[in-house]
């Protein structure tokens, strides 16, 4: 069964930097995309970056590009969100998620709608003076 697990959320000054970590297990298979996604209470799930593993394309949403980046690893199954320039707004609950069926050009609009398979629990990140 596949498992996320999230780690790396924190409290940040405006302007910080966080690295966000997705440690994953379970896959039976070569080909599969994982994603940040974020949401905050009473909203609505915002894509953040997706990143396809079988060939390292990555996806960022308008808000972040420039800022975040987002990188995996194969070796050890984990795909990491580097955040640079933090913003108040990027304060959210941060999920990554994954999918063996989703290709990595629809993994952005895929989790936003909340169908990607796997998802993890989720860190949380607060940028805040």
């Known amino acids: 069964q596949v498992q996320l697990v999230e780690s790396g959320g924190g409290l940040v000054q405006p302007g910080g930097s966080l690295r966000l970590t997705c440690a994953a297990s379970?896959?039976?298979?070569?080909?599969?995309?994982i994603g940040w996604f974020r949401q905050v209470p009473g909203k609505e799930r915002e894509g953040v970056s997706c990143i396809s593993v079988s060939d390292g394309s990555t996806y960022y949403a308008d808000s972040v590009k420039g800022r975040f980046t987002i990188s995996g690893d194969n070796a050890k199954n984990t795909v990491y969100l580097e955040m640079n320039r933090l913003k108040p707004e990027d304060t959210a609950d941060y999920y990554c998620?994954?999918?063996?069926?989703?290709?990595?050009?629809?993994?952005?609009?895929?989790?936003?709608?909340?169908?990607?398979?796997?998802w993890g629990q989720g860190t949380l990140v607060a940028v805040s003076s």
């Open positions: 379970g896959f039976t298979s070569d080909y599969y995309v």
């Open positions: 998620a994954t999918d063996h069926r989703v290709v990595g050009s629809h993994c952005l609009e895929e989790g936003t709608r909340g169908y990607l398979e796997h």
